[in-house]
């Protein structure tokens, strides 16, 4: 069964529309690939033969504001390709936008700020990625950032105290030495991702184009320091350590070498660009540990709150974001450049 992992919701203070400056930078840092897949990759044409509608899905667009900037960017990059390949001026085609993210996703913040200028038709679209969620054939250019990393649920070897996959003491796999964690993580991304790819080639129309970014390293490593913050908790007596011990965080951060082998595995798209990039992060390069925390626990609060309850997740995420200064000195220490994976299918 799917689990739905949803970002802070409202505009509160530690709401994800208030606090996604993190998922914002991803986004610009792909920018130019996502324009370059578009105007050197996309055959519009043959898409435009039997339809003057262009359809464009963002699977994991949370809510807002950074998925309606992606969507403008790709919009605005779509009319211009169809300025170099067909003079459209007279019979201009219109853009159908769908904003998909889990049932409980608040689609309610998400269409409250949709842009009033926009020159596209909205739909929400709820329901998780990983299964489908347009007819056969229907989808010109899907998108989606900061998402594919989520799994839909925590691999079953990390829920049982005799599997030598038990990770106790961490709250993920990124920093632990236990391959069978790891391993564990991998082996659920392969499914998920099979299972995202097979939706996506029934739904996207032959020719027409997926872009996936997701973050790879550096603020990574930051999550584990919730984790050090529940630690606390368990060594004054707060907390029972075998809470902690169950609790994992449902991300895997794909390298490219598990992109291409559930792709391959998949047969249904063709690579056209994928690479490791290293975009500037404001964030990482000043070391801004109270924003990047604060960014966190707009991504993780409901997890903490679902496995724990909402005293320990509150103590536990004030906690974190009071270490900033200690978080900031330990990531000047342990420098390591911003990195994303950015990637582009074709469908066959």
Known sequence: ????????????????????????????????????????????????????????????????????????HVVQALKDKLLQVTNYTNNIPEFQIFFNDHVINDFNTLFRSLPIDRSYYAFGVPGTFHGRLFPSRSIHFAHSSCAIHWLSKIPKELLDEKSPAWNRGSIH??????????????????????????ARAEEIVEGGMMVLVTPFASYTRLMNFFGSSLMDLVNEG????????????????????????????????????????????KLVEEADAKTLMINLRAVLEGLIINHFGSKIAEEACARTILKSEEISTWMKANYEKSCQLFVALKRK
């Open 238 to 281: 707060t907390l029972d350590e075998s809470l902690v011990d169950s609790f994992n965080l449902p991300m895997y951060f794909p390298s490219p070498e598990d992109i291409t082998k559930v792709v391959e595995k998949n047969g249904c798209f063709s690579i056209e660009r994928m690479e490791l990039t290293y975009p500037k992060s």
């Open 173 to 198: 796999y990124i920093g632990t030495s236990n391959v069978e964690v790891v391993n564990a993580y991998v082996a659920q991304f392969e499914k998920d991702m099979e299972m995202l790819l097979n």
């Open 1 to 72: 069964m799917t689990t739905s992992f949803p970002m802070n919701s409202g505009d509160g203070a530690y709401s994800f529309s208030k606090n996604s400056q993190l998922a914002r930078e991803v986004l610009d840092g792909a920018k130019v690939m996502v324009r370059d897949a578009i105007i050197q990759k996309l055959d519009i044409k043959i898409m435009l033969s039997s339809s003057n509608t262009i359809r464009i899905a963002d699977f994991g667009c949370s809510v807002g504001p950074n998925t309606f900037i992606a969507m403008q």
